[in-house]
């Protein structure tokens, strides 16, 4: 399995928007929509925000919303506010029974 | 409430053996394919073993592949994973985790409820 790659960092002041890139190879997103991502706070787990590039599960805000090109995945966090700060990861299905996971990006809501 | 807890994390000296359980409330796990995930410290997330609702169908990550064994138990509600000849590099946070979606090669593709993580800590 390999890492799929995202930024180290991303911030906003509140009430902007942040996009945070994840990007793989053709086996990672070629042909499949298969994308999540998670957010995931200081000593608590991921909790699923995205999933198939641009489904929200239920409760999940719509300020939350992704999107995929070609190698490159998306998140977008619209409206900041300060509980969206955290870790951010995205994961892609990689073939077989593998999934890969991004390198993760720290929000900060300045 | 519906819940995971997962535990029975610890310090292991490398080459011993460890025993993960996942133990679901308020709904049944039963019905669902399941998974285990780790974190290693200040580390991104890798997923590890996925185990078939009715335990027909097992995968791992190759890194693990015939050291960790994924089981099910029906009655009790529950997950295990028997770690053995456990490495330095499996120090991590484990998480159990529901698998909301899966491919019909067996990937677990979204996990939408996860456990609070039981530290496991391989060093002599």
């Known amino acids: 399995q390999s890492a799929l790659t995202q930024p180290p960092s991303a911030s906003g002041s509140p009430g902007q928007s942040v996009t945070i890139s994840c990007t793989g190879t053709s086996i990672d997103f070629g042909g499949y929509d298969y994308v999540a991502w998670y957010q995931q706070y200081p000593g608590k787990p991921p909790k699923l925000m995205i999933y198939?590039?641009?489904k929200r599960p239920s409760g999940v805000p719509d300020r939350f919303s992704g999107s995929k090109s070609g190698i490159t995945a998306s998140l977008t966090v619209s409206g900041l506010q300060a509980e969206d700060e955290g870790d951010y990861y995205c994961s892609s299905y990689a073939g077989g029974s593998n999934l890969d996971f991004g390198t993760g990006t720290k929000v900060t809501v300045l | 409430e519906v819940e995971l807890v997962d535990s029975g994390g610890g310090l292991v000296q490398p080459g011993g053996s460890l025993r993960l359980s996942c133990v679901a409330s308020g709904f049944d796990f039963n019905i669902y394919w399941k998974s285990w995930l780790r974190q290693a410290p200040g580390k991104g997330l890798e997923w590890v073993a996925t185990i078939k609702h009715d335990a027909r169908e097992k995968y791992y990550v190759d890194s693990v592949k015939g050291r960790f064994t994924i089981s099910r138990d029906y009655a009790e509600n529950s997950m295990y994973l028997e770690m053995s000849s456990v490495r330095v590099e499996d120090t991590a946070v484990y998480y159990c985790?529901?698998?909301?979606?899966?491919?019909?090669?067996?990937?677990?593709?979204?996990?939408?409820?996860w456990g609070r993580g039981t530290l496991v800590t391989v060093s002599s």
């Open positions: 985790a529901r698998v909301s979606s899966v491919t019909t090669t067996g990937a677990a593709l979204y996990f939408d409820l």
């Open positions: 198939e590039v641009n």
